[in-house]
């Protein structure tokens, strides 16, 4: 018998790679915080021994979703400027308030309660952007779950940096800081083509053909924005980033809903990526992002929630189901985004984003434990003919029992490990008291 760290035994495993594989009655043996096999559990108990070891007759084991665009501290403003639209909202209410409220312990409380509510809802990695992305990552490792940073840049001041030049300069010095900490990556984070200028975003491409990192941005988030960019310069954004050499693989485009054929036709020569937040789109009235015609053309599409306060929850389970059908109703085919291509978008495609699809994003030996376990035993959830479809279709992000990230156990039967609710409780009413007064 082979000495390891943790088996678990499981109705179903839903690896996500390769596509269309469920296995049943199988087992996922995890050492060191990485997965070592994947067998039948009749074979697993001949040949392992665990020091943990967990029998889930009524799961289906996936890799840990992936929310693919968060601005997590913004959970503390959920539900405070609701039915506006996108300008609206920012200019008359979100931005008023972060610039009287900003500060460390905004961020600091308000991406804990991301955190948690995340990790209880079978996310294992959210990609950020957002001022104090020192105080972000401080979070991410103390509470155990995998996060991709952004070094945001804006070209006006707030309170983190007075001009681009300087949110580069701490971007720099935080992905120095943060270089080698396992469960953290950068991105570059220019917030919008609207609030960031030619010199700064030269500067970021350059930055990231030299890092290898990552550039995640707003794109074509709505029909004003390429409007009065057109108004402005005769450009498409897309065109002006394409034009400063940004549109390439490393390109994480988030929101994309005005896209014409050629632009899609562009993201996927390149190699770009795009990151699909149907529920906010939905919420602001922002349009639709093409989800079907970009995958059919070979856009890798990832999912995200955005931030809370637009959201107004971090609930993955609900942006896959939103997702598909909204994909079918945009494409007018009821076979266009289905349930497995959300869970791939939720999944192993905002790894890929990332640049993290070595690391995580599907069950597959080699890669690192980041595994929920969801009860489809409930009665919202039978009887049950394809656990695939009965995730993205039905199952809420309630039936998730069980979270590991890097073979850690973040939230076990329903409970977070790393995370005292009530002492954070008490910080969120405080901060829900000053905000609304």
């Known amino acids: 018998m082979i000495a390891v760290d943790t088996l678990i035994h499981a109705r179903w495993i ?36 665990g020091t943990s070891t967990e029998h889930l007759k009524n799961h289906a084991l996936l890799p840990g979703l992936i929310n693919s665009h968060t601005h997590a501290a913004m959970t503390l403003m959920r ?5 506006l639209q996108l300008m609206d909202w920012l200019t008359n209410h979100i931005w008023p308030l972060e610039q009287k409220w900003m500060n460390e312990a905004f961020v600091r409380d308000g991406t ?5 509510e995340m990790i209880r809802g079978g996310t294992t990695c959210f990609n950020d952007m957002y001022f104090f992305p020192d105080i972000t990552a401080q979070q991410a490792i103390q509470h155990g779950i995998r996060a991709s940073v952004g070094l945001i840049v804006i070209d006006f001041p707030t309170v983190w940096a007075k001009n681009s030049d300087a949110y580069i300069e701490k971007g720099l010095a935080l992905y120095e800081q943060l270089h080698h ?30 890092l290898g990192r990552p550039v995640h941005i707003h794109v074509h988030e709505t029909l004003h924005e390429v409007e009065q960019a057109e108004q402005q310069s005769g450009k498409r954004p897309l065109q002006r980033l394409d034009e400063l050499g940004l549109v390439n693989s490393s390109l994480i485009a988030v929101h994309a809903t005005q896209l014409t054929d050629a632009e899609i036709a562009l993201l996927a020569e390149t190699g770009a990526h795009i990151v699909h937040c149907p529920e906010s789109n939905l919420k602001l009235a922002s349009g639709f992002c093409p989800v079907a015609k970009c995958v059919a053309t070979g856009v890798n599409v990832a999912l995200g929630t955005d931030g809370a306060a637009s959201n107004n929850d971090l609930d993955m ?3 896959m189901r939103t997702a598909a059908l909204l994909g079918k109703a945009v494409a007018g085919d009821a076979s266009a985004v289905p349930a497995m291509t959300a869970l791939r978008m939720a999944t192993i495609n905002g790894a890929k984003a990332l640049g993290l699809a070595h690391e995580t994003g ?33 199952a809420s992000r309630q039936q998730v029992t069980d979270v590991w990230v890097a073979g850690r156990r973040l939230l076990s039967r329903r ?3 790393t995370i005292n609710l009530d002492e954070l409780s008490t910080k969120i009413r405080q901060w829900q008291q000053r905000l609304s007064a």
Request: charged residues 20%.
């Open 14 to 49: 839903i690896p996500v790679e390769p596509e269309s594989v469920t296995l049943e009655h199988h087992t996922l043996v995890i050492d060191a915080g990485r997965i070592i096999d994947l067998l039948p559990t009749d074979d697993a108990t001949q040949k392992y021994q």
């Open 79 to 83: 539900g405070i400027a609701d039915d």
């Open 112 to 116: 804990a309660l991301a955190i948690a």
């Open 181 to 210: 900490q396992p469960l953290i990556s950068t991105t570059f984070a220019p917030h919008a083509p609207y609030t960031v200028s030619d010199t700064p975003l030269q500067k970021i491409r350059t930055l990231s053909d030299e």
């Open 317 to 319: 389970f609900g942006e």
């Open 362 to 394: 599907s069950l597959s030996v080699g890669k690192a434990a980041d595994v929920i376990a969801v009860d489809l035993d409930c009665l919202e959830t039978q009887p049950l003919y394809c656990p695939v479809s009965q995730i993205v279709y039905a």
């Open 415 to 417: 409970q977070l490990t």
